[in-house]
C-alpha cells in the first residue's frame, strides 16, 4: 500500500499586478458610468433660513428629498423656523465617515461623535426649537483618525427621505433610524449617507500575473489562470495622488476558487500601493490622470504616481488569519531593509517548512523573525464540510432577521449580491450562506469575491450567490432581477421583479427556536464587542485576548448548530422517502422522481407550509441532496451525521434540546508544540556575519536562484496521515458512528443482558471487518457470501446489538465488487425487517451495487425451465415413497416370519416390535462379503434416536440441522444404505443445504452431535435399560424415563461402586462402527440416507463417541483445562469441506500439524483469585481505550491474558523423506463413563483428556498477550486496516508484528465458530518451524481449543476438585504437573459434595465446602471460587450434556441466598463463595459456554 502525501499548507505564491498586456477596464463602459465625487464630505451645517442665514462658502444645501419633494428639517413646528441642511466636500481635512442623531435627555454621547450644536452663525442648532415642550434634537458626525490616506473611506453623499411620500432608503445608503421630525405634526423625515471611496484620477486595468513560486504547476492542482483578478478584485489602478498623501495601510481580502469536481481553494491577499513610473505613461493617460495641463500639455507639479499590487497565497485550508500575518510579515520586509537574506528565503521557508498541523502535533508556532511569530493550530474537529464560514461576522453586519431572510432565499435559489466595502468580510458572509443549508449544497454559481472582469456573471439567467466590492456601484448599474445584500448598512433591497418567500412561510416552531437562538447571540456578541473603558491596562487586553477567541469559537458553533437544528426540523424523517432500487435499474433510475418519494414527502408535510416546500423541493439543492443519500459519495461521514441530527432534534419543541447537536473541540488542546526556527543566516568565510545587501524599493520580481529547496525529512515525517486501503471496503467507521457506539456501550454497560449482547455485537463487527480479506481468499466468492448473509439473518434471530450498520455496508459493498446484486437487495431487505433504517453511508454503497452489478437476464426463462422441472421430479419421487415403504414392509414382515422359528434374535411379539440386547452385539460380516439381497432383520431392527425403528415410516419432509445425520425427505432405499451385511454408507445428496456457522446456542435446542440419546436424555445404566422392555421402543425422542439423580451418582459416578466392566460390550463391536468411529464425517457429507441407529444407554456410555466436525474435543466434560464443552476446532464453523478449506483441514482422520491451546483466564494480581472468561467479560467497561478489567473479588482493575500454548506436531524433514507417518489418532472415551475410562487407562497409559495421544509435539512453546474487550480490539483492529491495508490480515506477518490483535481475533472467531484462515496465517510465523518439502502442500493444518480454565498451573496451588476427581479415579489429566498435595479434599468428600448437588442440596454442599477448609492444614483461599470448583467437579462428572449450568446457577443462588443469612453475605464473599454476578452470566449464556474446561 502506497501512503499518501501529507496535506501541504501553501500550494502557491503569488504576486499580482500591472503588467504589459493588461486591459482597461473602464473606457468601453465609459458613458454608462454615472458621475461619481471625486472628493468625499468633510463637514456639515445646519442654516436657519428664517433668520437671515445664507449657505456658508463652499458648502452644498439640502432642499429636495431624493424624489423633489421639498424638505424643511423642522416643518411640523408652528412657528417654522425654516431649517436646511449643508455639506462641504474636501480633502483639507479627514472625511466624515459616520452621521447620526442625538435626542438630548434620552440618548449618551457616543465615544468619537461630536454634536452639532450651533449653526455656522452661532445660533443653536436644535432642530426641534419651537418650544419648551419639544425634545431637543442634535446632528452628530464622527471624523475619520489621522493620518488618513487617500483613499480613506467617507461619507460621499447625503440625502433625506420622506416614507410617507413613497420614498425609501437609495441603494448603498446608510439609514439613521431617528426621525428628525419629533413634533406631532409634519411628515417623519429620515437622514440617510453614503460611504465610499472618493478617487479621482484612477486609471483601472485588468490585473496580471508578476511573478509566482513555484514556477512549474502540481499535478494535482495547476494554478488557475484568473487567480491574479481575484487578488485584485477592483482591478490593477494607476492613481494619481497629491505629493504630501500618506501612503494607506494594506487590504487584505480573501477569496474562494470552486473546481469544477466542488472542491475550494482558498486565496488570501493583501492590497498595497508603490510608487510607478511616469515614464511608461502614454500621454492619453497622464492627461486623464492630471498629470499634464489641458491647454498647453504642461506638466502638474505636486503630483505623485502610485500603482496597486497584490500578494497572494493559495491553499486548500481556509486559515486566513494565519495567512494574513505572513503576508504582512512579507510586505513589512520588502519596504524595509536592507537584510542579510532575500525575500524568497523566507516564502520558500514558510512554504515548504512549515508542516500541516496534525492530532499528533496540534501546534506548529513558527518563528519568522525576531519580533514576527504565527501560530499554526488544527482545525477544529467536525463532522461538517471545511469551510471558511464565520456566521458571528453574518450576524454582526445583518442581524438575526436579516440573516433568516437570507435562509429562505438561499433555500429558494434566488440572485443574491452580496456588496461592502470591505473585502474580508464578503467572502466570511458568503461562506455562511453556503454553510447555513447543509446538509444541502449550493449547485449553482458562487463568487463570495468577484472581480469587475467577471461581473458578467450578474447577468446570467441562473441564480447565484456573489460577492462584489461595493465601488462596482459608482462604476456599472446593477441588474433589476437581483436581491442586493448591503453588508455595510444591514439592508437587503429587493426589486419589485422578485420577490423573497416572508419567513413566516417556513415551519413556525423550528423557525421560532431558530430566532431565538440568532437573538440570544447576537446579544451575547454586542456585550463581548462592547469593550473594556478606556481605563483597562494593557496586560488585562493581553490576558483576556485567549478567552475572547474561546468564547468566540463556542458561539461561532452554536450559532452554526442552531441552523444545522432548523435544517434537521425541516428534512425530518426524508430517509422514510427514499426510494431504494430493488430491481435491475432503468435508464432513468438516477433520476430524483425515481429515488425519492416527492409528493410522499410533501403530503407528510403541514399545509401551510406547502409553498415554501413546494420551491424546495424543485431546486437543484434538493435534486443532488437525493443523489448524494442515493449513491455513495465522498460526502457518506457528513450526511450520516445529519442524520443523527435528525434523530436527536424533536422539531414540535419551542426550544433547543438539551444534548446539543455539535460540541467544540478545541484544536489547541494539545499539549505537543511544533517550534520552527526562522531560516538560518548565512555565515562569512571567517564565521563572521554577512552585510546586509538586500533592500528594495517596490516588492521585488522574484528570482528563483534565491528560492531555497525544502528540508529533506522535516516535513515529509510530520503529521504524516493515511488513508484506508481501497482494497478494504468502508472499514472504518465515521467518527459520528463512534461516537453513538460509544454512547449506547455507556448505556448498555449497567445493563446484564444488553451488554452481552453489546459486546457481541462488537464481536460480530470484528469478522465483517475481516470477511473482506476472508471472501477474497475463498474459492468460492458466492458460498462465502451467503455465508455472511447467514450470519447476518442468525444474528437479527438472536437480537445481537449491532453498534452500527458496518456489517449490512460490507457485505453490500462485497456484493457490488463481486457482482452479486440480489443477495446486496436481500441483505437491504434483512436490515428492515431488522428495525434497521440505513444510514446515507450504507444507502450509498447499497445502491452503488444494485447499480453498477451486472443483473440476471429479465426473463430467466432458463432457470425457470429448470426449477420446475425440478419440482415435478421431486413431486413424482414423493408420490412413489409410500409404495416403495409398503414393498419394504412386507418384505420385512417375510422375512422376520421366516427367521422367527430360529429364536435366535427375537423375544416374542410382532415383528419389528422386539429390541436386541444392549450389551450384546452382532457379529458383522466379513468385510469382502455380499449380503443376499432380502435384508436382515436384525440389522433393521436398530432404532434411531428417536426411537423408531428403521422399518417404521419415515417422518414427513422437515428442516434439520446441518450437522444432523439425517436428510429431509431422505429413503432408505436406493442407495441409502449398503447391503444387508454393510454398514450404512455415507451419501451427499444432489442439493446440499446451505452451512450453519453459528455455535449450537445460534441453531436452537442443545443435541447430540452425533444424534444419540445421551445427548437428548440422561443416561441410564445398563440395568434401567433392560428393566424397560419393548415399551421403549416407540417412544418420542427424550422420553425416556429419568431416574433420581442421587442413584445415578451412586451407580454411575462413585469410583467403587460400579460393577465390573465386560470387555465384550467395549471390543466386540462392529468392525464397520469401529471404521465408521475412527473415520467421523463432517458437514454435509454426514447426511446419510436414513436416520442414524438408536444406541442403549450403555452402549452410548460404553462406545466411543464419533465426533462429526473433529477430534478436538466432545460435547462432554474434558476439565483440565479438562472438561471439553463442544467442539471449538476451526472445522466446526460448519462451512463444507467441498466448497470451502477450513483451518483445520481433515481434522478426525490424522493429528493436525500444528495445535493451539488458548486460555483466558487469568489470575488477578490483588487477591490472587483466578478470574474466568465470563467474568473477565462483565468487568470490562464501555471505554474503547480501557485495557482493564475488574476482579469480581477484590474489586480491583487488572488486564487480562490470553494464554497461548502452540504445540507443533510436524514431522521433521527426515521422518517425512522416510514417508514414515503416524497411525491415526483413535476416538477416546467419554469421561462420564468412569469405567470405559479406567478399562482404556490399563491399556493406554498415555491419556490427555480422555483419548490417548497419538503423538508428541515435536516442539511446544507459551506465550501470552493482553485479552482485549471487543471494543478496544474494533478500535485496533479498524486503526490496522487503514494503516497496513486489509491484505494485511492474510499475510504470516500478522502474527509476529501484531500478536495481540492476531490471538485475540482467533480467540473470538473460534468462540463464536466464525470461518476464517488466520489460523493458518501461524505456519508461517516464527513460532512453528518451517513444513517439511516432502509435505504435501495442503497437509498442514492448525487446531484450535479453547479452554476455560489456566493452561499452567501455580507451582504451589492446590488442585482444583475435578482434577482430584480425575486423579481419584485413575484418569491421568492433560497437565502432568498436577499432584496430589497435603489437601484435605478425599474421594469422600468429592462424593458427598456430588451427592448434595444431585439431591438439589446445594447449601450443603458449600457448607462442608467452607467446612473443610476452615479445617486445620486446609489452604486459607483457593483459587477459584466454591461457585467454580463446584461446577467444575459436576461437570465433570456428569458430562456438559448431561448438566443444566443455568439450572445450577439458579440453585447456586438460591443456596447462596439460603446461606447468607446465617453467615452473612461479607463473610461469604470473603471467603469466595458468592455466586456470578448477573452480567457474568448473561455474558456465557450469550457467548455460549463453548469451552474445554
Known amino acids: 500500500m502506497s501512503d499518501e502525501k501529507p496535506p501541504q499548507l501553501v500550494d502557491y505564491f503569488v504576486v499580482a499586478g500591472l503588467t504589459d498586456t493588461s486591459r482597461p477596464l473602464e473606457e468601453e463602459n465609459q458613458q454608462h458610468r454615472p458621475a461619481r465625487p471625486s472628493e468625499p464630505i468633510t463637514d456639515v451645517a445646519v442654516i436657519i433660513r428664517s433668520q437671515g442665514e445664507e449657505v456658508p462658502h463652499g458648502f452644498t444645501c439640502i432642499e429636495t428629498t431624493t424624489s423633489g419633494h421639498p424638505v424643511d428639517l423642522n416643518a411640523g413646528l408652528l412657528n417654522n423656523p425654516q431649517m436646511f441642511l449643508c455639506y462641504k466636500r474636501g480633502r483639507d481635512k479627514p472625511p466624515l465617515i459616520e452621521l447620526g442623531v442625538h435626542y438630548e435627555g434620552k440618548d449618551r454621547p457616543k465615544p468619537g461623535y461630536k454634536i452639532l450644536d450651533t449653526t455656522p452663525y452661532s445660533r443653536s442648532a436644535n432642530l426641534n426649537s419651537g418650544g419648551p415642550g419639544h425634545q431637543r434634537t442634535f446632528l452628530t458626525y464622527r471624523r475619520a483618525a489621522e493620518p488618513h490616506g487617500h483613499n480613506t473611506l467617507g461619507v460621499t453623499d447625503i440625502c433625506l427621505v420622506m416614507p410617507s411620500k413613497g420614498e425609501s432608503t437609495p441603494h448603498t445608503f446608510c439609514r439613521v433610524d431617528k426621525n428628525l421630525n419629533t413634533s406631532m405634526w409634519g411628515p417623519a423625515l429620515f437622514l440617510c449617507y453614503k460611504i465610499a471611496m472618493a478617487k479621482a484620477n484612477t486609471l483601472v486595468y485588468e490585473a496580471g500575473l508578476l511573478g509566482r513560486y513555484p514556477e512549474q504547476d502540481s499535478e494535482s492542482f495547476p494554478l488557475p489562470e484568473s487567480v491574479p483578478v481575484f487578488c485584485l478584485p477592483m482591478g490593477a489602478t494607476i492613481e494619481s495622488w497629491p505629493a504630501d498623501t500618506k501612503y494607506p495601510l494594506p487590504v487584505f481580502s480573501t477569496f474562494v476558487l470552486t473546481g469544477a469536481s466542488g472542491d475550494k481553494v482558498y486565496g488570501a491577499a493583501i492590497q498595497f500601493h508603490e510608487a510607478f513610473p511616469r515614464e511608461r505613461l502614454s500621454e492619453k493617460q497622464s492627461l486623464r490622470l492630471g498629470l499634464l495641463s489641458v491647454v498647453d500639455r504642461r506638466p502638474v507639479a505636486g503630483r505623485s504616481l502610485q500603482t496597486r499590487k497584490s500578494i497572494c497565497v493559495l491553499s486548500h485550508w481556509p486559515f486566513f488569519d494565519v495567512f494574513r500575518k505572513f503576508l504582512m510579515f512579507i510586505y513589512r520586509y520588502s519596504i524595509s531593509g536592507p537584510h542579510v537574506l532575500p525575500l524568497e528565503t523566507h516564502i520558500s521557508h514558510f512554504m515548504h517548512n512549515v508542516p500541516f498541523p496534525s492530532p499528533q502535533r496540534p501546534r506548529i508556532l513558527v518563528q519568522m523573525s525576531p519580533y514576527d511569530n504565527l501560530l499554526l493550530c488544527r482545525p477544529v474537529s467536525s463532522p461538517l464540510p471545511l469551510s471558511g464560514a464565520s456566521f458571528l461576522t453574518l450576524l454582526q453586519n445583518l442581524g438575526p432577521d436579516n440573516a433568516v431572510a437570507l435562509l429562505v432565499a438561499v433555500l429558494t435559489e434566488q440572485k443574491l449580491l452580496i456588496h461592502s466595502l470591505r473585502p474580508d468580510v464578503l467572502t466570511s458572509v458568503g461562506e455562511a450562506l453556503v454553510a447555513m443549508i447543509f446538509p444541502l449544497r449550493w449547485q449553482c454559481p458562487y463568487i463570495p469575491l468577484c472581480p469587475l472582469a467577471l461581473a458578467d456573471v450578474l447577468c446570467a439567467p441562473v441564480p447565484f450567490i456573489v460577492g462584489i466590492h461595493s465601488s462596482y456601484f459608482d462604476l456599472y448599474e446593477p441588474p433589476r432581477d437581483v436581491i442586493f445584500v448591503d453588508l455595510d448598512t444591514n439592508t437587503i433591497f429587493q426589486s419589485e421583479e ?51 477567541r474561546g468564547r468566540r469559537a463556542q458561539l461561532e458553533l452554536e450559532a452554526r448548530a442552531a441552523f444545522l437544528r432548523f435544517m434537521a426540523c425541516v428534512l425530518r424523517g426524508y430517509r422514510s422517502f427514499l426510494c431504494p432500487i430493488a430491481l435491475a435499474p432503468a435508464p432513468a433510475g438516477r433520476d430524483a422522481g425515481s429515488l425519492f418519494a416527492l409528493q410522499g414527502f410533501l403530503k407528510s408535510r403541514e399545509r401551510a407550509y406547502h409553498r415554501f416546500y413546494n420551491q424546495l423541493l424543485r431546486t437543484q439543492l434538493f435534486t443532488q441532496f437525493i443523489e448524494d443519500c442515493s449513491f455513495a459519495s465522498d ?25 446539543p447537536l455539535m460540541e467544540l473541540d478545541d484544536p489547541r ?21 554577512l552585510p546586509a545587501r538586500y533592500r528594495y524599493d517596490g516588492f521585488p520580481t522574484l528570482r528563483p536562484e534565491l528560492l531555497e529547496p525544502p528540508r529533506d525529512p522535516l516535513v515529509a515525517q510530520l503529521c504524516q496521515a493515511r488513508s484506508s486501503a481501497p482494497s478494504s471496503p468502508a472499514p472504518r467507521r465515521t467518527k459520528q458512528e463512534m461516537k453513538v457506539a460509544q454512547r449506547v456501550a455507556q448505556k448498555y454497560s449497567s445493563v446484564p443482558d444488553m451488554w452481552a449482547k453489546c459486546l457481541l455485537g462488537h464481536c460480530y463487527g470484528l469478522w465483517f471487518l475481516y470477511l473482506p480479506t476472508h471472501v477474497r481468499a475463498a474459492p468460492a466468492k458466492l458460498r462465502a457470501l451467503q455465508l455472511a448473509y447467514e450470519v447476518l439473518r442468525k444474528m437479527e434471530a438472536h437480537k445481537v446489538v449491532l453498534p452500527d450498520e458496518v456489517c449490512y455496508r460490507i457485505l453490500m459493498q462485497l456484493c457490488g465488487q463481486y457482482g452479486e446484486p440480489v443477495l446486496s437487495v436481500r441483505v437491504l431487505l434483512e436490515m428492515k425487517r431488522a428495525g434497521i433504517v440505513p444510514n446515507t453511508i450504507t444507502y450509498g454503497y447499497y445502491n452503488k451495487a444494485v447499480l453498477e452489478s451486472k443483473w ?41 416370519a421366516a427367521a422367527a422359528p430360529s429364536g435366535r434374535w427375537g423375544w416374542g411379539g410382532e415383528a419389528g416390535g422386539g429390541r436386541c440386547h444392549p450389551l450384546t452385539a452382532p457379529s458383522s460380516p466379513p468385510a469382502g462379503s455380499r449380503a443376499p439381497p432380502a435384508p436382515r432383520p436384525s440389522l433393521q431392527r436398530q432404532t434411531t434416536w428417536a426411537g423408531r425403528s428403521l422399518r417404521d415410516p419415515p417422518p414427513a419432509p422437515r428442516l434439520v440441522k446441518s450437522g444432523s445425520l439425517s436428510f429431509p425427505g431422505g429413503t432408505h432405499g436406493e442407495g441409502g444404505r449398503g447391503g444387508p451385511g454393510e454398514p450404512p454408507t455415507t451419501r451427499s445428496p444432489p442439493l446440499p443445504a446451505a452451512p450453519d456457522p453459528l455455535p449450537p446456542r445460534l441453531r436452537g435446542p442443545p443435541g447430540s452431535a452425533d444424534g444419540s440419546l445421551s445427548d437428548v436424555s440422561f443416561a441410564t445404566d445398563e440395568s434401567d435399560r433392560a428393566d424397560e422392555g419393548p415399551a421403549g421402543a416407540g417412544g418420542p425422542a427424550g422420553g425416556t424415563p429419568r431416574r433420581g439423580l442421587a442413584a445415578k451418582l451412586q451407580q454411575l459416578l462413585s469410583p467403587g461402586k460400579r460393577p465390573p466392566l465386560r470387555p465384550a460390550a467395549s471390543t466386540e463391536l462392529p468392525a464397520a462402527s469401529r471404521d465408521a468411529a475412527a473415520c467421523p464425517r463432517r458437514g454435509s457429507e454426514q447426511r446419510d440416507g436414513e436416520p442414524p441407529p438408536r444406541r442403549s444407554p450403555a452402549e452410548t456410555l460404553l462406545r466411543p463417541r464419533e465426533r462429526p466436525e473433529s477430534t478436538a474435543s466432545e460435547s462432554s466434560v474434558s476439565l483440565g483445562s479438562e472438561l471439553d464443552l463442544s467442539d471449538t476446532s476451526v472445522g466446526s464453523t460448519g462451512v463444507p469441506k467441498s466448497s470451502e478449506p477450513t483451518a483445520d483441514g481433515a481434522a478426525g482422520q490424522e493429528p493436525p500439524a500444528v495445535e493451539v491451546l488458548l486460555s483466558s483466564c487469568s489470575r488477578c494480581q490483588g487477591c490472587g483469585a483466578l478470574v474466568y472468561d465470563e467474568e473477565v467479560m462483565a468487568g470490562w467497561t464501555s471505554d474503547d481505550s480501557n485495557l482493564n478489567t475488574t476482579c469480581p473479588f477484590c474489586g480491583r482493575s487488572f488486564v487480562p491474558f490470553l494464554s497461548i500454548e502452540i504445540q507443533d506436531f510436524q514431522l521433521p524433514p527426515s521422518a517425512a523423506e522416510d514417508g514414515s507417518l503416524p497411525p491415526p489418532a483413535a476416538q477416546g472415551p467419554v469421561l462420564s463413563d468412569r469405567r470405559r475410562c479406567l478399562a482404556l487407562d490399563e491399556a493406554e497409559p498415555e491419556l490427555c483428556n480422555g483419548c490417548p495421544d497419538a503423538a508428541v509435539p515435536r516442539r511446544s512453546e507459551r506465550v501470552a498477550f493482553a485479552y482485549l474487550s471487543p471494543l478496544v480490539l474494533r478500535k485496533e483492529l479498524e486503526s490496522l486496516v487503514e494503516n497496513e491495508g486489509g491484505e494485511f490480515l492474510a499475510q504470516p506477518e500478522l502474527v ?17 465458530g466464525l470461518p476464517s484462515n488466520l489460523p493458518r496465517l501461524l505456519l508461517g510465523s516464527q513460532h512453528v518451524a518451517p513444513a517439511p518439502q516432502a509435505q504435501p502442500p495442503d497437509s498442514p493444518c492448525v487446531r484450535v481449543r479453547l479452554l476455560w480454565d489456566v493452561l499452567a498451573p501455580e507451582p504451589d496451588s492446590c488442585p482444583p476438585l475435578y482434577v482430584l476427581w480425575r486423579l481419584h479415579s485413575n484418569v491421568p489429566t492433560r497437565l502432568r504437573s498436577w499432584r496430589p498435595h497435603g489437601h484435605p479434599f478425599s474421594l469422600a468428600f468429592l462424593e458427598a459434595v456430588l451427592s448434595h448437588v444431585g439431591l438439589n442440596e446445594v447449601h450443603k454442599a458449600i457448607a462442608l465446602f467452607l467446612e473443610t477448609l476452615a479445617a486445620p492444614g486446609a489452604p486459607r483461599h483457593l483459587q477459584r471460587s466454591i461457585y467454580r470448583e463446584i461446577l467444575f467437579l459436576t461437570l465433570a462428572a456428569l458430562g456438559r450434556d448431561h448438566m443444566d449450568i443455568a439450572a445450577f446457577d439458579k440453585k447456586y443462588k438460591s443456596a447462596y441466598n439460603k446461606l447468607a443469612g446465617s453467615l452473612g453475605k461479607e463473610e461469604l464473599r470473603r471467603r469466595r463463595a458468592q455466586p456470578p454476578s448477573s452480567k457474568a452470566i448473561d455474558c456465557r449464556k450469550s457467548f455460549g459456554a463453548t469451552l474445554e474446561c
Not at 488542546?669 to 556575519?689: K, L, M
Not at 419421487?877 to 422376520?896: I, K, N
Not at 509476529?1296 to 463464536?1312: E, K, M, T
Open 635 to 659: 460526502r457518506d461521514p457528513c450526511l450520516e451525521f445529519f442524520d443523527t441530527c435528525v434523530d436527536k432534534v424533536q422539531a414540535d419543541l419551542e426550544k433547543p434540546e438539551d444534548t
Open 669 to 689: 488542546g494539545g499539549e505537543h508544540t511544533v517550534f520552527i526556527t526562522p531560516p538560518e543566516q548565512p555565515a562569512g568565510p571567517d564565521g563572521a556575519e
Open 498 to 548: 422578485r420577490k423573497l418567500l416572508s419567513p413566516r412561510s417556513l415551519p413556525r416552531r423550528p423557525c421560532k427556536v431558530l430566532l431565538a437562538s440568532l437573538h440570544s447571540l447576537s446579544q451575547q456578541l454586542d456585550e463581548m464587542y462592547s469593550g473594556p473603558g478606556e481605563e483597562a491596562s494593557l496586560e488585562l487586553l493581553l490576558s483576556d485576548a485567549e478567552a475572547a
Open 1296 to 1312: 509476529d508484528s501484531h500478536p495481540i490483535i492476531y490471538w485475540n481475533l482467533v480467540w473470538y472467531f473460534q468462540r463464536l
Open 856 to 896: 440476471p437476464a429479465g426473463t430467466q426463462s432458463g432457470r425457470l425451465r429448470w426449477a420446475k422441472l425440478r419440482n415435478v421430479v421431486l413431486g413424482a419421487a414423493q408420490f412413489r415413497q409410500p409404495l416403495r415403504q409398503r414393498e419394504r414392509r412386507a418384505a420385512a414382515a417375510a422375512a422376520a
